[in-house]
């Protein structure tokens, strides 16, 4: 089992940058990939970038477009999410989740934990 507890959320005016981080309460942290998503006021959870478990592969939505950066620290047990450049588009619930196969993929399904969410919101 698992735990992902996320921060770092805010409030920032647009053009801003935001950190986020999720820890993991597992020492075995360092053996799964982890992702970010977010869910936007009225739209379903979307995928916004991932990373292998050993941090030398990444994946990001094409939303992203170099904004944003996933990277993690398995000594910390931590992910990281730095978001540059945030638009009021951005404003969602963050949410980290952790999975197992190895794959970092963008769907939800593949993910076997997942934080509480941490809400992000961008003024204009």
């Known amino acids: 089992q698992v735990q992902l507890e996320e921060s770092g959320g805010g409030l920032v005016q647009a053009g801003g940058s935001l950190r986020l981080s999720c820890v993991a309460s597992?020492?075995?942290?360092?053996?799964?990939?982890m992702g970010w998503f977010r869910q936007r006021p009225g739209k379903e959870r979307e995928f916004v970038a991932a990373?292998?478990?050993?941090?030398?592969?990444?994946n990001y939505a094409d939303f992203v477009k170099g904004r944003f950066t996933i990277s993690r620290d398995n000594a910390k047990m931590t992910a990281y999410l730095q978001m540059d450049n945030l638009e009021p588009e951005d404003k969602a619930v963050y949410y980290c989740?952790?999975?197992?196969?190895?794959?970092?993929?963008?769907?939800?399904?593949?993910?076997?934990?997942w934080g509480q969410g941490t809400q992000v919101t961008v003024s204009s």
């Open positions: 989740a952790a999975e197992l196969s190895g794959w970092y993929g963008s769907r939800a399904e593949e993910y076997d934990y």
């Open positions: 597992a020492r075995t942290f360092n053996a799964y990939s």
């Open positions: 990373i292998s478990w050993k941090g030398t592969g990444t």
